[in-house]
């Protein structure tokens, strides 16, 4: 089993950074690559960003391509996602997931293992 908790989520005006964290804890021991995903009021889980194992591989939703960073740090077992330049249509709760499978994915149902998520809210 992996726990995943996340942090970092906050109140930001718009054209703001922040920086969220995905600790995780558990089987960090086996190999597994993670994600980010956002969750508006009355829309869908979509996906955000995601990380092979080897932290080499990462993909972007096109929305936020450019300005979010996602990386991670094995020797922390945690993942982080910068995100600079926020919009208000970037207010959302942000869950960290992962999976037990080293490459990277954008499919949300690829993912076995969720966090509680953090309250991201950029203001106009």
């Known amino acids: 089993q992996l726990l995943l908790v996340e942090s970092g989520g906050g109140l930001v005006q718009a054209g703001g950074s922040l920086r969220l964290s995905c600790a995780a804890s558990g089987r960090t021991f086996s190999s597994y690559s993670m994600g980010w995903f956002r969750q508006a009021p009355g829309k869908e889980r979509e996906f955000v960003a995601a990380i092979s194992w080897s932290g080499v591989t990462k993909y972007y939703a096109d929305s936020v391509k450019g300005r979010f960073t996602i990386s991670r740090d094995k020797s922390k077992n945690t993942m982080y996602l910068q995100m600079n330049s926020l919009k208000p249509e970037d207010t959302a709760v942000y869950y960290c997931?992962?999976?037990?499978?080293?490459?990277?994915?954008?499919?949300?149902?690829?993912?076995?293992?969720w966090g509680q998520g953090t309250q991201v809210t950029v203001s106009s």
């Open positions: 997931a992962a999976r037990s499978y080293i490459g990277a994915t954008t499919n949300i149902n690829d993912y076995s293992y």
